[in-house]
């Protein structure tokens, strides 16, 4: 979403007093107080809409604000990737628009090592340990890409050596006839644990409405934050007599 500024000349006739330089600089107030309160309707948005969105998530909005030589301010997701994986502006398109979820750089690496099928997605299995997101650890996921093949993406190859902590991870394929396909780990008990499962990839409901919100609200956040500057400039003005 970005915000700008136009007939500035016309709207200067009818400010007595004021020269385009002042009006330029309350103007540029204006738009950097509305990206900053659309940045958080956004922020807020998705921190209520989204099921326990994790930290990176809860930090997915920045603003730029707008200077007297340049009328634009501008609101957006981060396009930040949080250790090798998705940024928030890619893995919160799917809230936005819903259909299918983008491919996690995790699944891409087990596709590429011919783990899993193309068309399929992991989801965690039951008993896996997780964070307090509800996702599975950064420290298992690469273990599971170093275990399974040498065809992982450059994010993953950075940060993968030797781990004397590594267990023993394998692959039940899809189409197996026995058992649910997906990444397993072998407990000290002998039983298999489940890690990811492997899914078809479906299409999601749409979450988030953010860009329709900000067109209906940036009028009206713009209208008041441009009177409020104004009156602001008005006022040093008079007090300087």
């Known amino acids: 979403m970005t915000v700008k500024m136009a007939g500035l000349q016309e709207l200067r006739t009818e400010l007595a007093g004021f ?4 009006l330029k600089a309350a103007t540029a107030t204006a738009l950097t107080r509305t990206a900053k309160q659309v940045s958080k309707l956004w922020q807020n948005e998705i921190n209520t809409r989204l099921d326990k969105p994790m930290l990176f998530t809860q930090r997915a909005v920045r603003f730029e604000g707008a200077k007297a030589d340049k009328l634009s301010a501008k609101v957006a997701l981060k396009d930040v990737s949080n250790s090798g994986g998705m940024s928030q502006s890619e893995y919160l398109q799917q809230h936005e ?3 299918g979820r983008l491919v996690k750089k995790f699944e891409r690496a087990l ?6 099928p193309g068309g399929y997605i992991t989801v965690p299995g039951r008993g896996v340990e ?4 509800g ?3 950064r420290s298992t996921i690469i273990a599971v890409i170093a275990q399974l093949g040498a065809n992982y993406s ?15 991870y394998f692959v039940m394929p899809v189409g197996n006839g026995s058992v649910n396909p997906g990444v397993y780990v072998r407990l000290p008990s002998g039983d298999m644990q489940m890690v990811f499962a492997f899914k078809k990839m479906v299409s999601y409901s749409r979450k988030l409405t953010l860009q329709s919100s900000a067109d209906q609200e940036v009028p009206v956040i713009f209208r008041e934050e441009f009177d409020r500057a ?3 400039s008005m006022a040093r003005l008079r007090a300087r007599g």
């Open 130 to 133: 997780r964070n307090a997101y």
């Open 154 to 168: 450059a994010g993953y190859r950075r940060v993968i050596g030797s781990d004397p902590r590594k267990r023993g």
């Open 230 to 232: 104004i009156s602001e």
């Open 97 to 99: 628009y819903g259909g």
């Open 111 to 116: 596709i590429a090592s011919g783990a899993m």
């Open 19 to 22: 020269s385009e330089r002042r």
């Open 135 to 137: 996702n599975v650890s």
